[in-house]
């Protein structure tokens, strides 16, 4: 599978700060990219994705940005609250290629109170 | 609701005895897929499917079958399941493909002894 990593497996951050979680990608030919949110002991819910063609979306306190020259791309979560404590995954896809995904294997995001 | 249902969500069996996890969504969407996530390397695609009668290998497909006769239901078959096939599995769908938002069901925890 694709080489989708992520730098730091774990993150605490205090309740009101901002949350930033990175990813590393290896394959210079995705240019689809997608975070997931996983709550213990529920399937991933879609968060926010984006397009080789942008460097940044935003969405509801959330935004994503994409830095092609490094194959880096990060989700900032604005304001963290409690709820947002969760395993977050980004993956990787083409959009002309075979239809399928490759997730990195996470980040353990705790919000502290 | 929209949702994704996967069936059963904890098994526990022994190796050689053939089983199948159900899933069904009712949002009929065309594309739906299987993952297994295991400790250390996040999710990893089994098989997908973008349509009826029309089905893929993912990136970890031995020893696992799938069928799709129907748009809402793609089962998960493993003919002669083995304890290196003990994960947790997801079933998710989306409207056109892997690059969309997927719905996840609730996940199967499955043991092979």
């Known amino acids: 599978g694709e080489n989708v990593g992520l730098h730091l497996p774990t993150l605490s951050v205090q309740e009101g700060d901002n949350s930033i979680i990175n990813c590393a990608y290896s394959?210079?030919?995705?240019?689809?990219f997608i975070w997931y949110k996983q709550e213990s002991g529920k399937g991933p819910q879609f968060i926010i994705d984006?397009?080789?063609?942008?460097d940044k979306r935003q969405g509801q306190r959330v935004t994503v940005l994409l830095n092609k020259t490094v194959k880096h791309l990060s989700l900032q979560i604005a304001a963290t609250q409690p709820g947002d404590s969760a395993v977050y995954f980004c993956?990787?896809?083409?959009?002309?290629?075979?239809?399928?995904?490759?997730f990195g294997t996470g980040t353990r995001l705790t919000v502290i109170p | 609701e929209a949702q994704v249902t996967q069936n059963p969500r904890y098994l526990i069996t022994v190796t050689g005895k053939k089983l199948t996890v159900t899933c069904s969504q009712n949002?009929?969407?065309?594309?739906m897929s299987w993952y297994r996530q295991d400790p250390g390397l996040g999710l990893r695609q089994i098989y997908y499917?973008?349509?009826?009668?029309?089905?893929d290998k993912g990136d970890v497909p031995e020893g696992y079958k799938v069928s799709r006769k129907e748009k809402r239901n793609f089962p998960l078959i493993l003919e002669s399941p083995s304890p290196n096939q003990t994960s947790l599995y997801f079933c998710?769908?989306?409207?056109?493909?892997?690059?969309?938002?997927?719905?996840f069901g609730q996940g199967t925890r499955l043991t092979v002894v």
């Open positions: 998710a769908s989306s409207l056109t493909g892997a690059q969309g938002r997927a719905f």
């Open positions: 394959n210079s030919a995705s240019d689809y």
């Open positions: 984006i397009r080789s063609n942008m």
């Open positions: 993956a990787e896809g083409s959009l002309a290629g075979a239809n399928n995904l490759f």
């Open positions: 949002m009929n969407h065309e594309y």
């Open positions: 499917s973008m349509n009826v009668e029309v089905t």
